[in-house]
């Protein structure tokens, strides 16, 4: 019996006797829907074993999981019991609902305006996700390697494994590290995506450059030029969003109004061309919306107001 399928039978059991973990239960579906042979392997192979489980507890170890079907999150409540056949006692189990994927562990996060979420990879590396940002983790069970692919913004607490490397993918630039914490910035209508380093090390590869970066570095990468320019910054400035913090450090109002709408998922227009380009300082904490906006308006000595569509429009009289 192969290396694989003794893995297959021991977490099996840890299933049964409600012992698994979840990354017990994301290999076992994978490797059930990746291998149509496999149900009748562990038939082949526990009917001549002694019971490892007798009268088991279906609905106790039933598993809740979330997966991606048609670009839409599916609570799939009823996990592995869509097919379940009880020979010598043990319990032979299946999945529904799953497109056929390839021979990896995936894990599909989305988050909507307004919403934030803390996700805990397989490896044990956790991610907070800001609004509006999608997380596509693959693990490569035979190699180790772990790859992210991310739309969006995220900060990584990356778990130490020195000799599997933790990538992030933001299509023209990727981020690579062994263990560290640090936050990404790659909303696709964006034109740069940005790194920003709060421990460890980290490496920032593009098509051009392959920037090792340090603690308390900004690493930006400009989409349609290919250039990477770094500057020294104070890290927790760039990562406080998850405390509901938004620090402006001379950011123009146009790319405020753009956080703000993501962060309160709605629309916010700034109609005077000329209000686009002035610059904020400071820290606004998340709170009302309106009141944000009205610290803003005061500032950029504006105004706003919002229509029946529920946007709202910054204007200069």
Same mark, same amino acid.
């Given at each position: 019996?192969?290396?694989?399928?003794? @893995?297959?039978?021991?977490?099996?059991?840890?299933?049964?006797?409600?012992?698994?973990s979840q990354? @017990?239960?994301?290999?076992?579906?994978?490797?059930?829907?990746? #291998?149509?042979?496999?149900?009748?392997?562990?038939? &082949?192979?526990?009917?001549?074993?002694?019971p490892v489980v007798d009268d088991a507890d279906l609905e106790s170890i039933c598993q809740n999981i979330v997966t991606e079907k048609e670009g839409k999150k599916v609570g799939l409540k009823t996990f592995f019991l869509s097919i379940a056949a009880v020979i010598a006692g043990f319990v032979v189990l299946t999945v529904i609902g799953i497109e056929r994927q390839e021979p990896v562990?995936?894990?599909?996060?989305?988050?909507?305006?307004?919403?934030?979420?803390?996700?805990?990879?397989? &490896?044990?590396?956790?991610?907070i996700l800001n609004a509006l940002t999608q997380l596509s983790y693959l693990y490569d069970n035979e190699t180790g390697d772990r790859t992210v692919k991310l739309y969006g913004e995220a900060w990584f &607490?990356?778990?130490?494994d020195p000799e599997h490397p933790f990538m992030v993918d933001c299509d023209n630039l990727k981020v690579e590290c062994r263990g560290t914490e640090f936050n990404v910035t790659a909303y696709p209508d964006d034109s740069t995506v940005t790194v920003v380093l709060k421990d460890g090390q980290v490496n920032a590869v593009s098509s051009r450059d392959n920037v090792k970066m340090n603690p308390g570095m900004l690493l930006t990468y400009d989409r349609t030029t290919g250039h990477v320019n770094t500057e020294s910054v104070t890290a927790s400035d760039y990562c406080d969003w998850k405390k509901g913090e938004i620090h402006c450090d001379n950011i123009n109002l146009e790319e405020l109004t753009k956080r703000l709408a993501r962060t309160y998922g709605t629309s916010i227009t700034v109609q005077s061309p000329s209000l686009r380009k002035e610059r904020l300082y400071g820290m606004?904490?998340?709170?009302?919306?309106?009141?944000?906006?009205?610290?803003?308006?005061?500032?950029?000595?504006? #105004?706003?107001?919002?229509?029946?569509?529920?946007?709202?429009?910054?204007?200069?009289?």
């Open positions: 019996m192969n290396l694989q399928n003794k @893995d297959i039978i021991r977490i099996s059991e840890r299933f049964l006797s409600g012992e698994a990354e @017990d239960v994301m290999l076992l579906s994978n490797w059930v829907r990746t #291998n149509p042979g496999l149900n009748d392997w562990v038939v &082949d192979w526990i009917d001549g074993q002694s562990h995936p894990l599909v996060v989305r988050t909507m305006g307004g919403e934030k979420s803390r996700v805990t990879l397989p &490896d044990g590396s956790s991610v &607490d990356v778990k130490t606004i904490l998340e709170g009302n919306l309106e009141q944000v906006l009205e610290i803003v308006s005061e500032a950029c000595e504006a #105004n706003y107001r919002k229509e029946n569509d529920n946007t709202y429009y910054i204007y200069r009289n």
